[in-house]
């Protein structure tokens, strides 16, 4: 299993940016997708964005053309860049990483987003 570790969560202004990191270690599996979660309260988890080991991109419709997601391989880390962030942006931000031949899902333990209207 991979451990994830996020980090960058915060409070921000409406219309204001945060970026988040997530780095993975402790596998020997090669990590095929990772992705961005989040949970409001009384909400169920949704994805955010998506990134393939290829680079593959997609994105929930309500974050498109506002929210980035990139990964660098060598240092085993996505991100996710936020901008003109709403308060409806505001949860807990989950990291994934789904590796391996069987596509074992690992999750890190979360981040709060908070965004001020």
């Known amino acids: 299993q991979v451990h994830l570790v996020e980090s960058g969560g915060g409070l921000v202004q409406a219309g204001g940016s945060l970026g988040l990191s997530c780095v993975a270690s402790g596998s020997s599996f090669s990590i095929n997708f990772m992705g961005w979660y989040r949970q409001a309260p009384r909400k169920q988890r949704e994805l955010v964005a998506g990134i393939t080991s290829s680079d593959m991109t997609n994105y929930a419709d309500s974050v498109k053309g506002r929210f980035t997601i990139s990964r660098d391989n060598a240092k085993n880390t996505v991100y996710l860049q936020m901008n003109s962030l709403k308060p409806e942006d505001t949860a807990v931000y989950y990291c994934?990483?789904?590796?391996?031949?069987?596509?074992?899902?690992?999750w890190g333990k979360g981040t709060q987003v908070t965004v001020s209207s």
């Open positions: 994934k990483a789904v590796s391996g031949p069987y596509g074992m899902n690992s």
